[in-house]
């Protein structure tokens, strides 16, 4: 009984990084691992999702509902986004480190001149359960769902439908895509709107559970990066081991040795798998298939 | 029986940023009709491929397509009105599978997903390594099976005139011969037009009996079969 | 004496057997042409020579000396050179730039400028010195790698479709170039689909099929085999 | 000089990851300042305030610091909310023998003479709170503590008095700045079964332990010497996530006190949008009127004179808080300390004040600025009197 | 004669194809530049002096990372990694050896030296171990935030090296100032005249120093790799040891920016190894313009005080003004702002546009 609670617990962690990683990656993995944009806005699209979804819900729209419009909205913000600005940038991709900083700075900035320093929550819902003597969060384990029916609903998107392969087509060799029909600028636009409302998404989700001020997005920025980066080129391939062997590093290490050491195991790891797998997970998972 | 005129370029001039490279394009291509365009190295020809497709704004000049202006299109609108463009150095979609690549294609005549198997096994009809490799990633494969691929690619979209830019480059010598004698074919069952760029003479002569020779961004001379089958009056035309 | 030898020379991609059991030699001043169908592993087989890939069995000789663990840019400064079948040039480059970069090895201040110069001439590339490489034509840019591969004064020059996109008359002088690199001495390794080229300079030619040698002999030999037309040739040719 | 204006810097983070906490504490000069001027000024002379953003960024307190002194050439700078960006501009402070206020709550510990710190140190919050704390719920302690000097350093005085006082620590956590997340945390506490729970947790990521403890059901009485009384989070996060803490605090805008009601009253009526008025803010606001009572008993802003004038030991005055007075030895303040208690609805009551607690702990260790200025900042475990044990 | 025609060819390199600016026209300009900044004092009050001190600081970081990435193709996230390193070993020296005898130099010196030592050790194991590209990136940013980590909770006292606290978070303070030996009282390099002096001098020496640097064959090699690794290793180039040799010399002069910092503000704190400490270099590289010294340079300085002179009169619109000119100048000066601006005035500058552009 002991074993088995403290095997729950030790599940129960590993799945609450997993879902904090993937959650947070997801986004980036479209918008950087798919487009090649160094979207440094990534944090303030989260903020948009929490905030949108913070306020709705407040507004007495209910939670699942108030979370799908943060998403909606954060993805319209990124279309048009896309639209004014990133489009311009696609052909030179590291001067999309410049103005997604720049416009991360206006979005945190723009948010505190608005609407002040913080703004109020929600409160989690659903409560608690026992396992062994300790409480657990049940929302948590919605946001460990979250995470794969996300990562499921990825998958198929870019896999399984015409819009994914169109998508994946324009961003490996745009202009031919478009010499074969493919309206390239819509899909841009629509392929930056997914990965921004992921973003939005995750925002809404994680918004009941932490304090809402401007400046929340930088919480998700290094963990999201990091993941995409560690899963490597093929994000849909790459994402979800990153995000498991990620998680599995740091819950050990936060529950044997503390926080301090999660988070620079965490980043130790990263450091380490790039360097056994120069070209990340799924050049490592390629290669075996090929 | 003249056919109407499918394509035609009048006084096309084209470039990349300042520097103009097409000076003054004229040509004219009827239905049904397979031409092909010769000249040196670096006289224009991808250049002038890349106008017709839209890959290239034009400066000056205008760009005809069944008769309708067509030089203010962009290149996925041009495309969809069924011009399908093999790109000189393949081009292939390099982190998508084979099938993946060819799924693409579609998108020129958008058609849905029935349509779709029939044309995927035509296209493995022409080329059977693609269905052989058919979920390989399309940057893994060889230079002449990428070449294959961005073939079979465009055919995917059904297109009612197709522009290859180098057909033959990197491809093995007998396939070189199935891709005259499959464009010679779906020329005569569907009517497809055809305008390629080429080097190669035996497949120029095996596919058509029309060419425009290219000399520094304008058509210089028009040649037909009897040229054509005179290797020596050809190179004339190509040398300096 | 062999300049280049493989023995039992294996390469695997997942289950694709790429290259299987080759033993290839080639001699010193030899000119050898590798010809084959699509994905019959040439270019993999140069890659495996250059250090790009490394073998899944076997070892690669060089002057008699074992280089399959060299690194590449040892093997090159051996004296190998190479230019792909995709060209391979510095993009954002200028084109005089891209052949100082390749010639500064072993020339320097004015005397470097003098050979640049040639080589533009030769290359016929004069007019577009000042142009950025990525913005040559594709003909040209072949020729720009040719003109980097041989800059580096090789002794044993690998050359995967050299005259791709390239008119008969360009082919011809290319063939001309290779032959007088020959007579200095370098040796060549030239993967073509050309036959005219092929016939042009080849010495002898070897034939490779599902990785494996499936042929060798003079190309008058090779065009007269049926077996190499069926897989590879065609009726033009047989 | 008559007349002249008295210029007072102000380097503020009103924006970046602290303006939550700090956008308050320049309003708090502005009232001050606004009031004091229509008054006539500090003897006769009207204030001018030469306020800077710096950002929550280190190198704007030194670029800004730089340039009040140098350039704008202030008689006195307000400046820093995080310790970290204090240490940044004293050694500017010090070159140019300047004279700045530290108004802020911190770990206590600076013995500068050019430094004069209105917050409140660890003496008054924590050898009140935890003795309480362990007499009314019990003598098994647990603290969670952000992970830098604030935190560690409070957490040493927590577990100094806990053992004083015949407790025991059941553990003992400390949170890097930045970390949001805390299900590893919960469970360790759960684990460790204490009596009570200190959190001594900073900034706005960390302040999303207590949403996450509530819905996992960790039901503890807490403690805290930064919660509430700087970062609001009773009024910004969902009831009951806070309820059952405690906070010492040396004011916050409930308490209940006629001085105190006035000055919530006019500050909103200038500031009519403030969210929340904080203690640091009532800490800015004194500031002011301290300075100003300085400056006309020293008959100049010389700091030289205006050290004189503290070194009498009576540079005191009524604040919304109640008595306060500067003490000599360290330039540090006494306080009024309330205890605020966050009830199940976030309403808060004040089941104890202390009055007049000193900051006594610098003197103890043997800071004496009127003898002398190390420009130090002594620890715990580094001071004079741990060296010369 | 031969060490006559090696300097001619070594002073040679201080044009070529790798740096913009040549011939008489560019120099008699660098040499006003040079005159106005060396006459700046004599107009200036001590605080504009010391303020621009700290602008010259951080250049030396921009023109490393410029070395590294617009030239070597290496996009390092983490050059404040290599500036916190030799910040605190600077501190960590002078506290422990002080500052008499010209030692604080000394001390430059050694830290310069560690944060390259640190260099070589970290560029070894990525560019030996074929790390490129984002990967690269988001290695060396891990490195930097482990050390931000790490370094903001040594506050207590075990965290001592010597007589030197680390001190956390809140910094490491007390170490004295760059001071020159001098009979009769030693100079205290304060942020003020002498300390611009010295400074502007370390800059100009730098900057030409890195001007030879890139055109020499080495620079060739180095802008050869940016384009083409696998081409540039097929010249027989060990790519490995270009990058790291520019890695290394790019992190040593981030480090002497960590150094210097240190020196002028007596004061060095984790948070600058952080991740907005982290991105700020690449910012200004990129609105100057990366791929050249020259514009790496003067936009850097120009970030640098624009931004700050947005901060202290634009409130808290600041921020916000600042992000929508970073945007805007990204859109509008694709190749950074200099050549683009300096295109209105340059053909040469123009076709070098037109050429980016296309
Ligand atoms: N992207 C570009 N930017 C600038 N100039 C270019 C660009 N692409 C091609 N050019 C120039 O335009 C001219 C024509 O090039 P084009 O590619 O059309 O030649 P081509 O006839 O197709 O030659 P090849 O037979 O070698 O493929 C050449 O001089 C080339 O240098
Ligand atoms: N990285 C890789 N992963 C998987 N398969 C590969 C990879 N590289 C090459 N192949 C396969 O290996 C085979 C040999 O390829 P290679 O490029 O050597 O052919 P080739 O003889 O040069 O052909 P071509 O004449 O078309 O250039 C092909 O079937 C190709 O699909
Ligand atoms: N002073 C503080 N709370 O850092
Ligand atoms: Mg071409
Ligand atoms: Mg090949």
Redesign the pocket.
Known sequence: MDFLSGLFSFLYQTGDAFAFLVLSACGLAVIFGMMGVINLAHGEFILCGAYVSTTAARMGLPLPLSICLGAIVAGLVGMLLERAIIRHLYSRPLDTIVVTWGISMIATQGTLILLGSSIAGTGTPFGSFAVGGYGYSVYRLVLMLAAVATLAGLWLIFTRTRFGILARATIQVPHIAEALGVNTSLIYSLTFGLGAALAGLCGGLYAPTMTLVPTMGSAFVVEAFVTVVVGGADIFLGTAPAAAILAFVKAGLTSWQGQLAGQIGLLVAVIVVIRILPRGLTGFILRER? | MRKEVMLETIALRSGYGGKPVLQGVDMSVRQGEIVAVIGRNGVGKSTLMKSLIGLLPPQNGSVLFEGAEIGALSAHRRARLGIGYVPQGRDVFPRMSVVENLLVGQSIDGSGQADARKRLGQIYGYFPILEE?RD??AG??????QQQLAIGRVLMGGPSLILLDEPSE???PNIVQDIARIMVELNRETGITVVFVEQNLDMIRAMTERCYVMDKGAVIAEIGAEVLQDRDAVRRYLAV | MAILQTRKLDKW??G?H?TDNVDFALEQGEVHCLI??????????FKLVLGEHAPSGGEILYDGEDITRTKSYERIRRGISVKF?VPGIFQALRVRQNLQIALQHHLQGASLDEEIDRLLEFLKLKDTEKQLAGSLSHGQKQWLEIGMAIALKPRLLLL??PTAGMTPDETHATGEMVQALNADGVSVLA?E?DMAFVRQIAQRVTV?HF?KVFAQGTIEEIVADERVAAIYLGEIHA | QDGEPIKLGVLEDQSGDFALATIGKVHGIELATEEINAEGGIAGRPIQLVTYDTQSDNRRYQEFMRRVLQRDKVDVVFAGFSSASREAYRPIVDQFKGLAFYNNQYEGGVCDANMIVTGAVPEQQFSTLIPYMMEKFGKNVYTIAADYNFGQISAEWVRDIVKENGGTMAGEEFIPLGVSQFSQTIQNIQKAKPDFLVTLLVGTAQASYYEQAASANVDLPMASSVNVGQGYEHKRFTPPSLANMYVTTNWIEEVDNPASKAFVEKWHKKFPDEPYINQEAENSYIAVYLYKQMVERAGSTDHDAIRKVIAEGDVCMDAPEGHVCIDPKSQHMSHTIYLAKVNEDHSISFPKVWDDIKPYWLGDVGCDLTKENPEAQYTPSDNPKAASK | MASRNLLTSTLGLLEGPQTLGKGVGFWSGFLVVLALACAYPLFADGYDVGNNVYFFNWAFMALGLSLIWGYGGALSFGQTAFFGVAGYAYGVLTINIGDAYGLTFVSLIAAVGLSALFAAVLGYFLFFGRISGVFLGIVTLSVTLVLERFMSQTAGPEWAIGSARLNGFNGMGGMPSLTIPWPGGDIVLYPDVTLYYLTLALLVIVYLALRMLVNSRFGNVLVAIRENPQRAEMLGYDIRRYQLGAFVVGSGLAGLSGVLYTAWGNYITPSSMGMSAAALPVVWVAVGGRSDLTTTLFGTLLVLAGFQYLTIYGSQYALVVMGFLLVVTILAAPSGIFITVGSLFSKGLRRRLARERS
């Open positions: 090929a | 490799r390989q990633r893994t494969l060889s230079g002449g099976q990197g491809i093995q | 991609f997942g694709l790429v084959g169908p699509n994905g019959a592993g040439k270019s993999t087989f079948q995967d479709e993967v689909h490779l990785g």
